[in-house]
Structures are given as C-alpha cells and as structure tokens.
C-alpha cells in the first residue's frame, strides 16, 4: 500500500490531497482572492496566503482522507511551473514535513499532473487540451518525453477571456458569467465576425480582444458578444488539438485547467471526438481545475517508478518556475 501526500501551490491555489493505490481519498483546497473580486495576483501576497492556510488544509486533508500523519509514504508537491513565491512556499511546507515525518520528497511537474490524472478516467495515451488560466497547451506523449504540439502565443485562455470580463464590468472570474451570458443569447445563428487566429497548433488572442473592446464600445448586445466570443476561441482550441490528434495519430482527448468546466468547450470538444473515432476525457471539475489530487496521483506513479529524494537530501530538491514541459524527464513511463 502506497499512501501519497500531495501539495499544489504553483499559482492562487494551495492545496493538500491524499491518494492511496490511485484512489483519492482527499481533495482540500483554499484559493487566494482579492476582497472585491477583481482578481490581480500580487505574488507576495499569494505566498503569505499559502503560508497562512498551509497548516488548516493539510489538517482538513488527513482527516477527510481519514488517515493519521504516521501513514504517509511520501510528500508530492508541484515545483514546476508557476510563480517562484508561491512554489517556494508550498516546497517549504513540503520540505518541513518531508523532514519531520522522514519520508521521501517527489517534485511534480503541474502540466504533466494536469495531462496524467487524465488516467482516472480511462485515458491511457491521450492529447490533452490544456486550457486554464495561465496555460493554454496542446501536450502529449511521443519519444519518451511530453512535448506541447501547440500552445497560446500571447495570453492563456482563461486569463484572455477573464481580462474581457473585466473589461465589460463582469468581475472575476469571468469564465462562469460569459459562459452563462453566452448560452442566454439570442440569434445564435447570427455569429458576429472575429479574428480566428491559429498557425499550425498554435492560437493566439490578442486580435480578438482588440475586436470585442471596439465592439462592446460601439454598443453590441454583451450576450451576443460572449456566445461569438466562446463560438471563435473554442474552435480554434478544438482545431489546434484536432490536428495534434492527426498528427500523433492518438486515439484519446483528455481535457484538463480551468476553462475545460465550461460545457460547450466540452461539447465542441465530443463532437470532433465523435467524427474522428478518438475517445473523449473529461475529469471532474475539481480534477480540472488546479488541485493537489492530481500532483499527489502523479507524486504515486513517480514513486512507484523509483522516483523520490531521501529526506537526508532535501537540498536536492528546488523549484523551477520556467520549466517547461519537454525539459521533464519522464523515466516514469515505458
Ligand atoms: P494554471 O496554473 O494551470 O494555468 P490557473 O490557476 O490559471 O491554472 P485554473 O484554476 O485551472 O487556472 O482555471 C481558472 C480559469 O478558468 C479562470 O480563467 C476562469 O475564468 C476559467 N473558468 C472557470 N470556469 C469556466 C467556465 N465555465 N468557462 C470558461 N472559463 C472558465
Ligand atoms: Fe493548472
């Protein structure tokens, strides 16, 4: 029996899960906002955030998962990518309790994790569509590395689509309220025109952003505006990773971040399924979005594989906010 402690901390989310032999038996969070919802992150602030709820969730996490500190084997937590304060607090969490429980430490790339609690619902060797936030990736594995086919040349998907909210007064998170404007329009056959901009498997959003401001300005319906906004930008992430599935020649989809909740990004996503013969994966929101249960479920397939730093050697272990998906060596898998 394995029993792994996991930690997210790369972005606004802390988190503390437990999984045991790939079951999760918790799944604790606490996410930084500001007190009007205006979103913004301060860095700084996010780690004091982190640091003040650390001990709270972790607590929450033991006694969910039902299991007393004794019974971990070993400490997962997300050192790659994100912001550098906020990884350093959630590695000093884990570095502190890897020491005083005297179990193994296992550093999780957070894409990766994102791609690979993709097998909790089948998928063996799927495309991932990687759609948060920050991040707006098409990955998968091919050559003994995971390598990112396609990905935003400007502003993640979610961070495009909140700062346009923003823009037409909606507050944050933006994705929620548009994708609810979106589904009231009316007309729905009348899309109003936007830049469609992808190369290759790359996508970029700056254009459309310019284009939605000026017409919001000019007076076009909010509702109209969301629902050709979501027609546009979800076509293209589900082009982009259509042709990632051609060129990879794989036969699973599995979606993961943020914006992956909204229903007609996953609904666009089925239907190219369906035509192309590829299964379709969509974990359950709070796998989507960033949690500690998928670190922890990679952190178990790691150790599994012989992958984990003795307690004695924790000065080996460090966070690296830039690394980038194919910098990962992937000896975990065959
Ligand atoms: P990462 O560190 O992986 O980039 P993140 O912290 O930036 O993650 P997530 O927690 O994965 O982001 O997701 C947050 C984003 O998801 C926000 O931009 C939010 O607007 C978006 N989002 C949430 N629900 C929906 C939805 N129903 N439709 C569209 N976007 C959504
Ligand atoms: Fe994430």
């Not at 005297?102 to 791609?115: F, G, S, T």
């Not at 509702?223 to 906004?229: A, I, P």
């Not at 397939?301 to 460090?318: E, K, P, Y």
């Amino acid at each position: 029996m394995v029993t792994i402690l996991g930690i997210e901390s790369t972005a606004h989310t802390f988190g503390v899960a437990v999984v045991r032999d790939k079951e999760i038996l918790s799944n604790e969070k606490d996410a930084y906002s500001t007190k009007d919802g205006e979103g913004g992150m301060i860095p700084l602030e996010v780690k004091k955030h982190h640091e003040e709820v650390g001990e709270k969730i972790y607590k929450q996490a033991l006694e969910k998962a039902k299991i007393k500190e004794d019974e971990i084997t070993a400490i997962a937590f997300s050192n790659a990518p994100g912001l550098a304060p906020c990884l350093l607090a959630g590695m000093a969490f884990a570095k502190e309790l890897s020491k005083r429980l005297e179990v193994p430490l296992i550093p999780v790339n957070h894409c990766i994790a994102h791609l690979e609690i993709g097998e909790i619902t089948g998928a063996k060797d799927p495309v991932m569509l990687y759609a948060s936030g920050a991040n707006t990736q098409i990955i998968a594995y091919e050559a003994g590395k995971y390598r990112v086919f396609g990905e935003t040349l400007d502003l993640g998907v979610g961070n495009f689509i909140d700062t346009f909210a923003r823009f037409a007064g909606l507050g944050f998170p933006g994705g929620p309220k548009i994708q609810k404007l979106a589904e009231e329009a009316s007309n729905k056959d009348e899309l109003i025109e936007l830049p469609y901009t992808i190369k290759g498997m790359d996508v970029a959003f700056s254009g459309i952003q310019t284009k939605l401001r000026t017409l919001l300005d000019k007076g076009e319906d909010l509702k109209r505006l969301s629902y050709s906004m979501q027609e546009v930008v979800f076509a293209m992430l589900v082009e982009a990773a259509e042709r990632a599935l051609a060129h990879t020649g794989k036969k699973e989809l599995v979606l993961g971040g943020g914006v992956a909740c909204n229903s007609r990004l996953q609904e666009m996503c089925k239907i190219m399924c369906e035509e192309r013969g590829v299964k379709y994966f969509c974990p359950e929101r709070p796998l989507l979005v960033d949690n500690a249960a998928m670190i922890a479920y990679l952190g178990e397939t790691m150790f599994r594989a012989g992958i984990s730093t003795d307690h004695n050697h924790l000065d080996q272990v460090d966070i690296a906010p830039r690394e980038r998906t194919d910098d990962v060596e992937v000896s975990w898998k065959d």
